[in-house]
């Protein structure tokens, strides 16, 4: 590795590519697009080491709710700083921490009234499925382990969460690392036919389920699925209609459900937690990225309380034998309470409706657009594909959108040829419209070169 001796001479960016190791990211393509430094953010902008300012249309990897460098959130975390900033959570306690779990166990409406800790949303993947695993083994039903998960899903990188991952770029990469699992249809809504509906694909992907379900139920532990949206996944969106009838089938084979909503939890969907859409509690609800606000890393495994009941004994390894250094970290903890206050003061899933409609008619030039296809929204998520005929890379395309939006002071991030919005909580009318327009007109430059 080159060293860099003066500092004051490389750019903020050269430095990083010298000794960072960026994720998800092939480095090499940094020879031909942008890195950008940024040096500030404030409320839904970022400014780079220029002073330039970017609008984060994708709420920084879908963290940041409402805003960067947040008064509110600011004041928790400084006030909390002033009293504990961290202390392990075996054998300790401490009021964040109660007062987090409380707050979102009456957000449940009591249904998921235990909450087990972590840093990042892999980890609390790995929670739910070792804890249906053991619960399984504590019942005395050891054959019980297998997983069950959506064709196209993401559910982090991590060795567990990777195996119930359906990307194929991982799969191919780190395949022969991972547990055996079944992979099921999605009941993405763009399987339609012209007479179909939403709920048609989630009747027919729920009958293909049954079908697994039937013949394997005595070897399957839960199954996971994200719900309403498949967020990595090209933001393939479905009908309430299918949690609705997986929750019947994992209450008839007695399977559990795993509700990751890493991503679309903390009002995305336009309730608080997805699932609220279909009218179902899980057995397992994961959330993190918007808990903090995108502040601190924080992540958590919601589950009932039949489920915390077989794990209390008198026995220790009956326990749930999982921890983590920073499990509930005050500070993060504080930061959560922060965003749960804010929701809350400001009324914010009330006012996400106009902000979603303003969302809608910002890219309302989309859908009239015949290079576009299935445009889709779910609350404060807004998506379309590019057809692959106006592309003349489809490989390249994602990198060339990327850059091009930078010039027009938008972040966007697209997955494939699948262009979406996920902004914080906070943009202005005014701020949805233009991000709208530079999108349209970065898309232009790509497509006509």
Same mark, same amino acid.
């Given at each position: 590795?080159?060293v860099?001796?003066?500092?004051?001479?490389a750019?903020?960016?050269?430095?990083?590519?010298?000794?960072?190791?960026?994720? !998800?990211?092939?480095?090499?393509? &940094?020879?031909?697009?942008?890195?950008?430094?940024?040096?500030?953010?404030?409320?839904?902008? @970022?400014?780079?080491e220029?002073?330039?300012?970017?609008?984060?249309?994708?709420?920084?990897?879908?963290?940041?709710?409402?805003?960067?460098s947040?008064?509110?959130?600011?004041?928790?975390?400084?006030?909390?700083?002033?009293r504990i900033?961290?202390? /392990?959570? $075996?054998?300790?306690?401490?009021?964040?921490?109660?007062?987090?779990?409380?707050k979102l166990?009456?957000?449940?409406n009591?249904?998921?009234g235990h909450?087990? %800790?972590?840093?990042?949303?892999?980890?609390?993947?790995?929670i739910a499925?070792?804890?249906?695993?053991?619960?399984?083994?504590?019942n005395?039903?050891?054959?019980?382990k297998?997983? #069950?998960?959506?064709e196209?899903?993401y559910?982090g990188?991590?060795?567990?969460?990777?195996?119930?991952?359906? +990307?194929?770029?991982?799969?191919?990469?780190?395949?022969s690392?991972?547990q055996?699992?079944f992979? #099921?249809?999605s009941?993405? $809504?763009?399987?339609a036919?012209a007479?179909e509906?939403?709920?048609? +694909? $989630?009747? =027919?992907?729920?009958?293909?389920?049954e079908?697994?379900?039937?013949?394997?139920h005595?070897?399957?532990?839960?199954?996971?699925?994200?719900?309403? +949206?498949? !967020?990595a996944g090209? /933001?393939?969106?479905?009908s309430?209609? %299918?949690?609705?009838? +997986?929750?019947?089938?994992?209450?008839?084979?007695?399977?559990?459900?795993?509700?990751?909503e890493?991503? #679309?939890?903390c009002g995305?969907?336009?309730?608080?937690?997805?699932?609220?859409?279909?009218?179902?509690?899980?057995?397992?609800?994961?959330?993190?990225?918007?808990?903090?606000?995108?502040?601190l890393? @924080?992540?958590l495994?919601m589950?009932?309380?039949?489920? %915390?009941?077989?794990?209390y004994?008198d026995q220790?390894? &009956?326990?749930f034998?999982?921890?983590?250094?920073?499990?509930?970290?005050?500070?993060? !903890?504080?930061?959560?309470?922060?965003?749960?206050?804010?929701?809350?003061?400001?009324k914010?899933?009330?006012n996400?409706i106009?902000?979603?409609?303003n969302?809608?008619?910002?890219?309302?030039?989309?859908?009239?657009?015949?290079?576009?296809?299935?445009?889709?929204?779910?609350?404060?998520?807004?998506?379309?594909?590019?057809?692959?005929?106006a592309?003349?890379?489809?490989?390249?395309?994602?990198?060339?959108?990327?850059?091009?939006c930078?010039?027009?002071g938008?972040?966007?991030?697209?997955?494939?040829?699948?262009? %979406?919005?996920?902004p914080?909580?906070?943009?202005?009318?005014?701020?949805? =419209?233009? /991000?709208?327009?530079?999108?349209q007109?970065?898309?232009n430059?790509?497509?006509?070169?």
């Open positions: 590795m080159k860099i001796s003066d500092l004051n001479q750019t903020l960016v050269n430095r990083s590519l010298s000794a960072v190791w960026h994720p !998800c990211t092939q480095m090499k393509h &940094h020879e031909s697009f942008p890195l950008v430094a940024i040096t500030k953010g404030k409320g839904a902008w @970022l400014y780079d220029h002073g330039n300012a970017l609008l984060d249309c994708i709420s920084s990897w879908w963290t940041n709710l409402f805003g960067h947040n008064p509110k959130i600011n004041q928790a975390i400084t006030q909390q700083l002033e900033e961290h202390v /392990m959570l $075996a054998g300790f306690t401490h009021p964040p921490v109660v007062e987090l779990s409380e166990a009456a957000l449940t009591g249904n998921l909450v087990f %800790y972590a840093s990042d949303g892999a980890s609390a993947v790995e499925l070792k804890m249906s695993h053991h619960f399984w083994q504590l005395s039903k050891p054959e019980k297998k997983f #069950v998960c959506l196209n899903g559910h990188e991590t060795l567990g969460a990777l195996a119930v991952t359906d +990307v194929a770029i991982f799969r191919e990469a780190y395949g690392l991972l055996d699992v992979t #099921v249809t009941p993405d $809504a763009r399987k036919k007479s509906s939403a709920e048609d +694909v $989630a009747r =027919e992907a729920a009958n293909a389920l079908q697994l379900f039937a013949k394997e005595k070897n399957i532990a839960a199954m996971i699925v994200e719900p309403l +949206v498949q !967020c090209q /933001m393939a969106m479905h309430p209609e %299918y949690l609705r009838l +997986v929750r019947d089938l994992c209450d008839r084979y007695q399977i559990h459900l795993i509700a990751d890493i991503a #679309v939890g995305r969907s336009g309730k608080f937690f997805a699932c609220e859409h279909a009218g179902i509690w899980p057995d397992f609800l994961t959330l993190s990225k918007g808990i903090s606000g995108g502040y890393p @924080l992540s495994c589950t009932t309380d039949k489920i %915390y009941r077989a794990f004994s220790t390894q &009956h326990g034998l999982h921890s983590h250094s920073y499990t509930g970290n005050p500070l993060a !903890c504080a930061a959560a309470l922060a965003c749960l206050e804010i929701f809350e003061a400001e914010v899933l009330e996400n106009a902000r979603s409609q969302l809608a008619t910002a890219f309302a030039w989309a859908k009239s657009d015949t290079r576009i296809d299935h445009w889709r929204q779910q609350g404060m998520i807004l998506a379309f594909d590019v057809k692959s005929s592309l003349k890379n489809s490989h390249v395309f994602p990198r060339e959108m990327f850059a091009k930078l010039n027009e938008v972040l966007i991030r697209p997955i494939g040829n699948t262009i %979406y919005v996920m914080p909580y906070i943009l202005s009318a005014q701020e949805t =419209e233009q /991000m709208g327009q530079a999108v007109r970065a898309l430059q790509v497509i006509n070169g």
